[in-house]
């Protein structure tokens, strides 16, 4: 038995300056061939999973690609035309089974506005009857495509997401399944008008959490193989964005079609909880210098780069100073310019120059505004480590060339890379001890709670700049499906 497993993440935030070319989706691009395999084995990861089920049921294993970027504007067409190309070469020569960890929001510059279902669609055209079965992220645009040419999806039940690999096992059990003749996988699929928020979408709270038990209720079900509620991703300009889910069932077209309806219609009647209102930045910092007892999370959420983000505006900080915070720690902020000149003037210097603010972002009117700063150079390290928390679990993180900037109110650590404060490590492999710091100001969404909320007394979401914010009425839309909600109040969804 031959089983080939490929990896394509990447979550397009189609109003991101933030270009991802070939090189983006891994530390010198993606891992090609026999480093594909070792560099994703023994990770907690869809294609960790898909890995150990291959190697359990004794097949020979192909893994012809594993690239995964971070969320940024659309994918550069030739390296999405390049990981095209890779693994249809290889499903051409022939395998029994596919599982390929997709993340289900890929939009490709001049190309198309569903890398994930373009590319299953090509794969299925090459391998007509091989069973193919893909692990989606929570936050996937599901499409029609996707589900017409795959065999099984699965995707996460958790935001954060801390169930990557079990998303993996599922997905590559069901695909085992099929190729053995023990199942017969039918799946329905339908998306509802609601362009739900990010920070709405944490899934141990609120209607989230109503919405995933609902799924995980009826997967328990007979008959049913596997339930997955996608949020979506709404910063993406794509006639499919929004909530939906699928429900796969053993033979069972009308159960599938039935459940799934069941669930949305949860999601439908709740869809005024998926919306987050902010509150001004300045009474945020006002209500953080209140506070007395640290450590203070204050969560710079527009400039979330897990969410297409620029990771490098400075206005929370800009106005976090302005109001007298010291004994912070910031990061990471990504200026590969600064990072350039601080190494150049040598650990232990103290020079006065401008941090972040480097790029423009057109598509919500905001020109780049660095903040200039005095500070001593109290670290340089090549700013790699390996992820120990609950998410990517494994992982070598590689955050380019990495500076501490000590500026006495603030321990600021800049990157060349895109990094999202997923792990102790982002402070950690600097010499920064995050425990004792009052304030740690985090560019974070949600990937922060598993790690850093069990640390803190407190933490404050601060309505910074940036192309992730919340704030649906600055993104001009032109593509995505109308009417939907909240864009439009009067909509209707009859199931």
């Excluded at 699965?154 to 053995?180: C, N, Q, S």
């Excluded at 709405?200 to 079900?221: D, G, L, P």
Aim: hydrophobic letters at 40%; aromatic letters at 8%; a negative charge.
């Amino acid at each position: 038995m031959k089983i080939l497993i490929a990896q394509m993440e990447h979550e397009t935030n189609t109003f991101s300056p933030v270009e991802t070319p070939w090189e983006a989706f891994g530390p010198d691009g993606p891992y090609l061939g026999k480093a594909a395999y070792e560099g994703m084995k023994g990770t907690r990861t869809p294609i960790g999973a898909f890995i150990d089920l291959a190697e359990k049921a004794r097949a020979e294993i192909v893994t012809p690609i594993a690239g995964f970027a971070y969320p940024s504007g659309p994918v550069d067409a030739k390296a999405y035309d390049q990981f095209c190309e890779v693994i249809c070469e290889s499903v051409d020569k022939g395998c029994d089974a596919i599982m390929l960890d997709l993340h289900g929001a890929m939009v490709v510059r001049d190309r198309t506005f569903d890398g994930e279902g373009t590319l299953i669609e090509k794969i299925r055209g090459i391998a007509p009857s091989t069973p193919i079965g893909v692990s989606l992220d929570l936050h996937a645009n599901v499409t029609e495509k996707m589900v017409r040419n795959a065999t099984v999806i699965a995707g996460y039940k958790t935001y954060p997401h801390i169930d990557m690999y079990e998303t993996g096992e599922l997905a590559g059990e069901l695909t085992l399944r099929t190729l053995r003749g023990e199942i017969n996988p039918v799946m329905h699929w339908e998306n509802i008008p609601l362009l739900a928020q990010l920070l709405k979408m944490n899934t141990s709270v609120e209607a989230m959490q109503e919405f995933a038990r609902t799924a995980a209720s009826i997967q328990e079900k007979p008959g049913v193989l596997a339930t997955s509620t996608f949020g979506g991703f709404p910063m993406a300009d794509i006639p499919e964005a929004g909530m939906s889910a699928i429900v796969v069932t053993d033979g069972d077209a009308a159960l599938a079609r039935s459940e799934c309806q069941n669930i949305l219609r949860n999601a439908w009647s709740n869809k005024e909880q998926f919306i987050w209102y902010d509150k001004p930045l300045e009474e945020s910092i006002k209500e953080a210098k209140n506070l007395t007892d640290g450590p203070i999370l204050l969560l710079d959420h527009p400039d979330n780069c897990a969410s297409g983000a620029t990771q490098d505006t400075m206005a929370v900080l800009r106005e976090a100073l302005k109001q007298g915070l010291t004994n912070i720690a910031v990061g990471p902020i990504r200026d590969p310019q600064a990072v350039e000149i601080l190494i150049s003037a040598g650990l232990g210097a103290e020079i006065t120059t401008d941090i972040g603010g480097k790029t423009d972002m057109p598509a919500i009117g905001k020109k780049g505004e660095p903040l200039q700063l005095k500070g001593i150079i109290k670290n340089i390290t090549n700013g790699e480590y390996t992820i120990t928390g609950p998410q990517f679990t494994g992982v070598r993180a590689a955050m380019g060339r990495t500076v501490v900037f000590d500026t006495g109110d603030a321990e600021i650590v800049i990157t060349e890379k895109l990094q999202e404060p997923w792990d102790l490590g982002v402070f950690t492999s600097v010499g920064i001890d995050p425990t004792q710091k009052k304030y740690l100001l985090l560019k974070s969404k949600m990937y922060y709670r598993p790690i850093f909320l069990p640390l803190a007394r407190h933490s404050i979401h601060c309505a910074g700049v940036g192309v992730g914010a919340a704030d649906w009425k600055m993104f001009q839309y032109k593509n995505l499906r109308r009417p939907i909600y909240p864009l439009d109040e009067s909509v209707t969804h009859i199931f």
